[in-house]
T-cell receptor, first 113, second 116 residues
Framework: QKEVEQDPGPLSVPEGAIVSLNCTYS??????FMWYRQYSRKGPELLMY????GNKEDGRFTAQVDKSSKYISLFIRDSQPSDSATYLC?????????????FGTGTKLQVIP | DAMVIQNPRYQVTQFGKPVTLSCSQT?????MYWYQQKSSQAPKLLFH???????NEADTPDNFQSRRPNTSFCFLDIRSPGLGDAAMYLC???????????????FGPGTRLTVL
């Protein structure tokens, strides 16, 4: 079993839709949870960063963490064609020192105008 | 302005011919990482530097080496590339471990390596 599972998609939605992207994980040591956006032929770019359980909102994006279920989500409201990209969840236990980040495989999202 | 620069963006090499990928940063970050990302797969950490201290992941093949001559530059050397080494290679930097938790990693655009 992989430490982090993420549905690869592709996920295709009409412009303006609410998008829900999800990851499950098995390592209960993970404490910090991140979502990266990766456009085609580009490096990942950090979107959201949360610690422990709860919600965090940033504009049209909401990150949700449920540690009891080992489940994290990213919601995109009023999706735009510019949101079309691959979204990678990532997480780390971080006990000091460098970050050993474990990534999901990414979900490819296409927002159709 | 580009903060993490990777050169070249595309690299074609022959089976067994050594190749070097380069990463430079203008952020003056202490930590630099090298990841390998194959198509539709998660980025896989190969190794990282904290300042001059080199840390190899346990499952990184010996075929992969790295050098960091100064804070700004880091190189990935593949001594004898095989077909299975064809991938996107991502460099990332980070200021350094924070007291309150990990910091943001900044990724470069990647170098796509093709092995013929």
């Amino acid at each position: 079993q992989k430490e982090v599972e993420q549905d690869p998609g592709p996920l295709s939605v009409p412009e303006g839709a609410i998008v829900s992207l999800n990851c499950t994980y098995s390592n209960s040591a993970f404490q910090y949870f991140m979502w990266y956006r990766q456009y085609s032929r580009k490096g990942p770019e950090l979107l959201m960063y949360t610690y422990s359980s709860g919600n965090k909102e940033d504009g049209r994006f909401t990150a949700q963490v449920d540690k009891s279920s080992k489940y994290i989500s990213l919601f995109i409201r009023d999706s735009q064609p510019s949101d079309s990209a691959t979204y990678l969840c990532a997480m780390t236990p971080y006990s000091g020192g460098y970050q050993k980040v474990t990534f999901g495989t990414g979900t490819k999202l296409q927002v159709i105008p | 302005d580009a903060m993490v620069i990777q050169n070249p963006r595309y690299q074609v090499t022959q089976f067994g011919k050594p190749v070097t990928l380069s990463c430079s940063q203008t952020l003056n970050h202490n930590v630099m990482y090298w990841y390998q990302q194959k198509s539709s797969q998660a980025p896989k950490l190969l190794f990282h530097y904290y300042d001059k201290d080199f840390n190899n992941e346990a499952d990184t093949p010996d075929n992969f080496q790295s050098r960091r001559p100064n804070t700004s530059f880091c190189f990935l050397d593949i001594r004898s590339p095989g077909l299975g080494d064809a991938a996107m290679y991502l460099c990332a930097t980070e200021p350094g471990p924070g007291l309150k938790g990990p910091d943001t990693q900044y990724f470069g655009p990647g170098t796509r390596l093709t092995v013929l």
